[in-house]
């Protein structure tokens, strides 16, 4: 591990974060970005004012940061008080002035060279509580830094590495406790979620996202199969501070595509489920897909929002699915409310009074059987963030067009080893593609398509200025009008964007950044 010496004077080093800081930072505090999704709603939607659709046609870079790894750069900044906290892809951590992209101090770890990942060797950003930051790693620890200098307080393994697990996710800090989930659903792992007493690095509690025998939904995993059931939990929850219920999304069941293995509903993968935030236990849970062959995780991030729904007040959750199907929720009591379809799909006649959806026969792989199917095994949108504006009232989302062949074989697992019991294959003359919706947050109906050339992989977010920052996969920075998804703004980045903007006030003037190829870079209006 390596550490550059600290390079700010001590009279600029930002203040101290609390708990009720980050619970207040979307509406009190808009020139910092205290948290992965900017808020505990998750709505990725910034107060901000100082880039409009008047003046984005006079957005210029700022500053470029190039990070060392060619790993794919999939970060969610920090920014506090003129500080920007970027995790790199493999496990390096940067505090960059924000003004000028230059580094303040930098954490680097050593991997071991025997690690089992999905996706690439990638990390989607940092919390951030007090002084600390929290990391997790591709070795699958929990890193507290110090904030300041980048030291390390404490490092303490979640699981084993050479079993599959890792950490991909960026933690959440919930009062005085990291809560953070785990990847490797491909390699047979049993998912959880997992919460560490933020002083010490202490486990405080262990919520299994695959159930054991006596626990409920335990009867929806055939024989043993349970103990290689996936539900891998790899991207950001959201919290209600008033119900004090976590929200986290859940991966695909494993192996991914033999479901003769592992007969049943297989809960709690492809869900998202709701849990009390000091006890670690259920609340509620809702199946987005039972008995996935598809590998569509749910690992979505929940947005949360308080709206009249159909003539009373709700606590709603909603979430565009990989599925390629917009869900609304009770999030209160986990009841179904809605569903519409989004993205092109062709497994299911639609989605039924309880929320299951009724599948088309012939669209389920089977051993030795190939079969076409839209959405394909990327889904119809996956991780990277949506994002919901109040000043709109517009539910935002990356979504993707494109088919896969699936096909399935029978599951054999060894510990440690790819364990997907079967493949998928693109399918032939039909070219991807890819847009940016608007849609109706209480109907799912679409109000605006912007079309882009191929299918996204980064996020969406929302200002107060009427804007939209987002990215595409031919290495340019978008942004577009909010309420009409009209293009003000593009500049090519030299590279894929396959993280989440963020923006951000320093010096009097608002900026944004994105990571697009290994770089991250800084945009101002001149």
């Excluded at 006079?58 to 060619?70: G, S």
């Amino acid at each position: 591990m390596m550490r550059a010496p600290l390079l700010l004077a001590a009279a600029l080093l930002p203040a101290q974060v609390t708990y009720e800081r980050i619970r207040g930072a979307a509406a009190e505090e808009p020139a910092n970005w205290l948290t992965y999704s900017g808020g505990y709603q998750s709505h990725r939607y910034s107060l901000l004012t100082g880039i409009t659709a008047g003046n984005a046609g006079r957005l210029r870079p700022q500053w470029v940061y190039q990070a060392r790894d060619t790993n794919k750069f999939e970060t969610s900044a920090l920014a506090l008080d003129g500080i920007l906290y970027v995790s790199e892809p493999a496990n390096a951590v940067v505090a960059l002035d924000a003004r000028t992209g230059r580094p303040v101090w930098e954490y680097r770890r050593r991997l071991p060279a025997t690690l089992r990942v999905c996706c690439g060797q990638v990390n989607r950003g940092l919390a951030i509580l007090g002084h600390t930051l929290y990391l997790g790693t591709l070795d699958a620890h929990l890193v507290a830094l110090d904030a300041r200098t980048g030291a390390v307080k404490w490092d303490v393994a979640v699981e084993d590495h050479r079993r599959g697990y890792s950490v991909t996710v960026a933690p959440l800090v919930v009062k005085d406790k990291i809560i953070l989930g785990v990847a490797g659903g491909e390699y047979g792992v049993r998912g959880f979620i997992d919460a560490y007493d933020a002083v010490s690095g202490r486990r405080v509690w262990r919520f299994y996202t695959v159930p054991g025998p006596g626990e409920p939904g335990h009867d929806s995993w055939s024989g043993e199969s349970w103990k290689t059931g996936g539900a891998t939990t790899w991207v950001t929850g959201s919290y209600d501070p008033d119900l004090n219920f976590v929200y986290w999304g859940t991966g695909n069941p494993g192996p991914d595509y033999d479901g003769e293995y592992r007969r049943g509903d297989n809960l709690y993968a492809a869900s998202v489920v709701a849990l009390d935030a000091d006890q670690g236990q259920l609340k509620w849970h809702f199946q987005f897909t039972p008995h996935d062959v598809h590998d569509w995780d749910a690992n979505q991030v929940p947005v949360l929002l308080d709206a009249e729904f159909r003539g009373r007040p709700r606590k709603l959750l909603l979430t565009a699915n990989r599925n390629a199907f917009y869900y609304v929720l009770d999030r209160a009591t986990g009841e179904f409310l809605h569903a519409a379809q989004f993205g092109r799909q062709t497994w299911a006649k639609g989605i039924d009074e309880r929320g299951r959806p009724v599948r088309i026969p012939g669209t389920q792989p089977e051993r030795d059987v190939e079969v076409a199917v839209y959405p394909g095994v990327h889904g119809a949108t996956n991780w990277f963030s949506p994002s919901y504006s109040p000043q709109t009232n517009l539910f935002y989302v990356s979504t993707r067009e494109e088919g896969s062949r699936f096909r399935a074989e029978k599951a054999r697992y060894v510990v440690g080893e790819w364990f997907s019991a079967g493949g998928i294959q693109g399918i032939n003359g039909i070219e991807p593609a890819g847009s940016i919706q608007a849609l109706n947050p209480l109907t799912g109906a679409r109000v605006w398509n912007f079309p882009l050339q191929a299918p996204p992989w980064g996020g969406i977010l929302s200002t107060a200025g009427g804007v939209l920052f987002a990215g595409s996969v031919e290495g340019y920075f978008l942004v577009l009008e909010a309420r009409t998804g009209k293009l003000l703004y593009k500049f090519p980045c030299g590279g894929p964007v396959f993280g989440n903007p963020v923006t951000f006030e320093v010096g009097g003037r608002q900026h944004v950044v994105v990571a697009a190829g290994n770089a991250m870079t800084a945009f101002a209006v001149e």
